[in-house]
Nanobody, 116 residues
Framework: QVRLVESGGGLVQPGGSLRLSCVAS????????MGWYRQALGKERELVAT???????NYADSVKGRFTISRDNAKNMVNLQMNSLKSEDTAVYYC??????????WGQGTRVTVSS
């Protein structure tokens, strides 16, 4: 498995922006399918956005047009730019890495709170 470390969470007002980053260990990052998931208090973890090793991108309907996922294979990094944040975006955000049949790896999470 790969080690993932997220950063960039915090407190932001509604309508504001945050940029989350996830750095992965290892030398084959470019082969991983990467994703961002989130879990709000009392709710199940849900997909936010994914980006495949080939660059294909998928978003949850709730974040389309507001969030942008990107990856930098040279830096072993995947980012999530979050704009026009809403209170319902409040959650712990987790980075996820998948490679073939191996079990997916998860980061420790970074908390995002959207509140005035």
């Amino acid at each position: 498995q790969v080690r993932l470390v997220e950063s960039g969470g915090g407190l932001v007002q509604p309508g504001g922006s945050l940029r989350l980053s996830c750095v992965a260990s290892g030398s084959i990052f470019r082969l991983y399918d990467m994703g961002w998931y989130r879990q709000a208090l009392g709710k199940e973890r849900e997909l936010v956005a994914t980006i495949s090793s080939g660059g294909s991108i998928n978003y949850a309907d709730s974040v389309k047009g507001r969030f942008t996922i990107s990856r930098d294979n040279a830096k072993n990094m995947v980012n999530l730019q979050m704009n026009s944040l809403k209170s319902e975006d409040t959650a712990v955000y987790y980075c996820n890495a998948k490679f073939g049949p191996m079990s997916p790896s998860w980061g420790q999470g970074t908390r995002v709170t959207v509140s005035s």
